[in-house]
T-cell receptor, first 108, second 121 residues
Framework: EDKVVQSPLSLVVHEGDTVTLNCSYEVTNFRSLLWYKQEKKAPTFLFMLTSSGIEKKSGRLSSILDKKELFSILNITATQTGDSAIYLCAVSDYKLSFGAGTTVTVRA | GAVVSQHPSWVICKSGTSVKIECRSLDFQATTMFWYRQFPKQSLMLMATSNEGSKATYEQGVEKDKFLINHASLTLSTLTVTSAHPEDSSFYIC?????????????????FGEGSWLTVV
């Protein structure tokens, strides 16, 4: 059975801090790892990672995948209150298997 | 704009009644759609995989007679919660896979609907 584990489950930071979110996985037929941000409704796509060691960046967010050690990290630098959300990691073989998510709270 | 539309966004129904939720792909043909359920403060749990023109594949522990899935066309899948009970109250989300398996500019090949809040009273 596919398994996706995220850590920490939650964290609280102050504006300007940097956060690092972890995602480890075990899947039978790995295709890609995806990061999503979920606020009030459906998740919104952040990154899709398929190759090890290639960092993907979007503004203050960045992510990287290690297919040997089977994990990915998502970094958020200079956090803002608008970054408060649940961050979901999902691994795709044919379907998406989601982790439990990390709840990030950014305080002003 | 949204490429997968889900309707209704929220619905309240009486216990014992049935509720239908629609999921439409707007800009592409989706041979495969996925239905998820999310309870408060929990992750998305895959309920079933819906394949156009064939029976849905249900995940372990999901009652197929209770959660009826129909994927009658390449752009529409429906989830019907039959004989709904308060414990079925949840957030239901669909996602659709692009027919060609190719992503758009974002590189994402799976697109989510906006989700449907179901409250059974």
């Amino acid at each position: 059975e596919d398994k996706v584990v995220q850590s920490p489950l939650s964290l609280v930071v102050h504006e300007g801090d940097t956060v690092t979110l972890n995602c480890s996985y075990e899947v039978t037929n790995f295709r890609s790892l995806l990061w999503y941000k979920q606020e009030k409704k459906a998740p919104t796509f952040l990154f899709m990672l398929t190759s090890s060691g290639i960092e993907k960046k979007s503004g203050r967010l960045s992510s990287i995948l290690d297919k040997k050690e089977l994990f990915s990290i998502l970094n958020i630098t200079a956090t803002q209150t608008g970054d408060s959300a649940i961050y979901l990691c999902a691994v795709s073989d044919y379907k998406l298997s989601f982790g439990a998510g990390t709840t990030v709270t950014v305080r002003a | 704009g949204a490429v997968v539309s889900q309707h209704p966004s929220w619905v309240i129904c009486k216990s014992g009644t049935s509720v239908k939720i629609e999921c439409r792909s707007l800009d592409f043909q989706a041979t495969t759609m996925f239905w998820y359920r999310q309870f408060p403060k929990q992750s998305l749990m895959l309920m079933a995989t819906s394949n156009e023109g064939s029976k849905a594949t249900y995940e372990q522990g999901v009652e197929k007679d209770k959660f009826l899935i129909n994927h009658a066309s390449l752009t529409l899948s429906t989830l019907t919660v039959t004989s709904a009970h308060p414990e079925d109250s949840s957030f239901y989300i669909c996602s659709a896979r692009n027919y060609l398996g190719q992503g758009m500019s974002s590189g994402n090949t799976i697109y989510f609907g906006e989700g449907s809040w179901l409250t059974v009273v």
